[in-house]
């Protein structure tokens, strides 16, 4: 039974900075990763950590935002600094296991609100 566990969403000034949490539990995936969706809009990538360490994030990051992962916790973390309002959303961890080259399996958090607003 696969479970993703978030936590550290909150409501925080512009310009300030906020860590997220994913615990995942069941097994080891082939990459983690972010999502957001703000309201009246699409789920979107915010970023994904790869097992061997690689990344990669969404334009709209512009460097404010970094993703790591502890393996022997199964844990993803984003650390996102100089927030502003337009990044005010529902939060979803991802997880994701590769079962053959062109399929996966999507596994989803419950989501954390993050709101930015002064």
């Known amino acids: 039974q696969v479970q993703l566990v978030e936590s550290g969403g909150g409501l925080v000034q512009p310009g300030e900075s906020l860590t997220l949490s994913c615990a995942a539990s069941?097994?080891?995936?082939?990459?983690m990763g972010w999502y957001r969706q703000a309201p009246g809009m699409q789920r979107e990538l915010v970023a994904r950590?790869?097992?061997?360490?690689?990344?990669n994030y969404a334009e709209f990051v512009g460097g404010r935002f970094i993703i790591s992962r502890d393996n022997a916790k199964n844990t993803v973390y984003l650390q996102m600094n100089n927030l502003n309002p337009e990044d005010t959303a529902v939060y979803y961890c991802?997880?994701?296991?590769?079962?053959?080259?062109?399929?996966?399996?999507?596994?989803w958090g419950q989501g954390t609100q993050v709101t930015v607003s002064s």
């Open positions: 991802n997880a994701r296991s590769i079962l053959k080259i062109g399929k996966w399996d999507d596994y």
């Open positions: 069941g097994r080891l995936f082939s990459s």
């Open positions: 950590i790869f097992s061997g360490g690689g990344t």
